[in-house]
Nanobody
Framework: QVQLVESGGGLVQAGGSLRLSCAAS????????MGWFRQAPGKEREFVAG????????YYGDFVKGRFTISRVNVKNTVYLQMNSLKPEDTAVYYC????????????????WGQGTQVTVSS
């Protein structure tokens, strides 16, 4: 089993950057594909980015358009989301999640979830 804890959220002006971290407990972190999702008030949870078990391949939601980068360091049991050129519409609670299968974008296919970290982008 994996427990996930996100950090790094906060308030930033439009055009700014944030780096989210997700620390995982348990020795099986390296066997999970990892993803980031977000949920804004009144909206459904949305896929942001994913990274394969070995960290060699990444995939993103269409809206990212090169602004975000997901990475992982398995020896540190940590996955990151570097977010640049932030926009007010990026305001949401951001969640990291773990899945036993690579390439999944559906939240229902992720088995483990963190509690979320708030990102607020002011205009």
């Amino acid at each position: 089993q994996v427990q996930l804890v996100e950090s790094g959220g906060g308030l930033v002006q439009a055009g700014g950057s944030l780096r989210l971290s997700c620390a995982a407990s348990g020795r099986t972190f390296s066997t999970y594909a990892m993803g980031w999702f977000r949920q804004a008030p009144g909206k459904e949870r949305e896929f942001v980015a994913g990274i394969t078990v070995g960290g060699t391949t990444t995939y993103y939601g269409d809206f990212v358009k090169g602004r975000f980068t997901i990475s992982r360091v398995n020896v540190k049991n940590t996955v990151y989301l570097q977010m640049n050129s932030l926009k007010p519409e990026d305001t949401a609670v951001y969640y990291c999640a773990g899945a036993t299968t690579n390439w999944v974008r559906e939240s229902s296919k992720y088995d483990y979830w963190g509690q979320g970290t708030q990102v607020t982008v002011s205009s």
